[in-house]
């Protein structure tokens, strides 16, 4: 019976000292961490940042997260032309930061995660037991079809919907194919991507182009383009950059090019964070542990990758770079 006991004590001393390791490795928790975080993200981040965000408070009381979620032209118009405090500018174009942040607002750019742009519906959604990868384009310009897209100025959704439109075009021979349908169902556009969902859960509309992690998310039926069309294959690079739309910039009639290219997203320390200890906790937890939730929201992980100066870079996020 002694031989027992001490058998069964050393064993429970034993995982009780290996659950206390792994309790230190998956906390890490920073007592030190107080105050607000404020985060500007796009829309088609609000399910995995709003996990993740709860996670990261629940390790670190002391903090309280205020994300705000709008198109990623909108979030970035927010901090330079509002001029607007932000702890973590995250923006679904990493490319926006590079162009309309950089060298100005914020001194680098991680590029953390992918996505590819897909045409949800409803199973109610008229002909949708017909809709397939050759007819799609065709059934969505039928009159008695309404579709819903986001505004090109201010969502990358918007201009990503408008690069794959005039991808396809190429890819289905379809001349005009792209200014046909921005000419149809414009009283269906909506400032970001995830405001065209109440649309189509109310049968206003039949079908939106959206990114596959939102559809995801939504438990959405989807129809999943080519990759010579969706922008979510990195390998197709230079087929993307065949293509590419305008969109307005920081200042009145000012323009930018957006090429197409794969769907990378970006995310930035402003350089008037408030609260710069906790966002750069926050980047840290967000790239390692909530990667994770990232994935199983519907997005790749990419990196992750920097642009800008690494001298720049905190530290803890020195170390993550691939």
């Known amino acids: 019976m002694a031989r027992i006991n001490t058998v069964f004590i050393t064993t429970a001393l034993f995982l009780l000292i290996l659950a206390s390791g792994c309790s230190r490795q998956e906390t890490s928790t920073n007592a030190n961490l107080s105050g607000d975080l404020v985060i500007f993200h796009a829309g088609s981040l609000s399910v995995p940042f709003r996990e993740i965000a709860d996670s990261f408070m629940v390790l670190n009381p002391g903090i309280k997260v205020k994300a705000e979620s709008a198109g990623s032209l909108a979030s970035i118009r927010k901090i330079t032309d509002l001029k607007r405090p932000c702890d973590i500018l995250a923006s679904a174009d990493y490319s926006l930061i590079d162009k309309l942040m ?5 001194s680098w750019n991680l590029q953390f995660a992918g996505n590819e742009m897909v045409v949800a519906y409803l199973k109610e959604s008229l002909k949708s037991e017909t809709i397939n990868q050759d007819n799609w384009y065709s059934l969505l310009l039928d009159p008695q079809i309404k579709f819903g897209r986001s505004d090109p100025d201010a969502d990358p959704c918007g201009y990503r919907t408008m690069l794959c439109l005039k991808l396809a075009e190429k ?20 400032p970001k991507e995830v405001d065209l969902l109440a649309l189509l859960e109310s049968g206003t509309i039949d ?16 129809l999943v383009l080519p990759d010579s069309i969706n922008l979510g ?5 230079d087929h993307y950059s065949g293509v590419e739309v305008k969109v307005v910039g920081n200042k009145p009639g000012e323009y930018i090019t957006q090429p197409g290219e794969p769907m990378v997203y970006g995310l930035t320390i402003p350089d008037n964070c408030g609260n710069r200890p906790a966002a750069e906790a926050f980047v840290e937890y967000m790239i390692t542990r909530g990667s994770k939730i990232m994935e199983k929201s519907g997005q790749t992980n990419i990196g992750p990758l920097l642009t800008g100066k690494r001298d720049k870079l905190p530290d803890n996020l020195k170390l993550l770079l691939k």
């Open 102 to 106: 950089i060298p100005a607002f914020a």
């Open 171 to 190: 890819f289905y021979d379809q001349p005009g194919l792209a200014s046909r349908f921005g000419q149809k169902d414009e009283r269906y556009i909506r």
């Open 207 to 222: 079908y939106l182009f959206i990114y596959k992690s939102v559809a995801i998310q939504h438990k959405l039926p989807y």
């Open 233 to 237: 294959n990195p390998a197709l690079k």
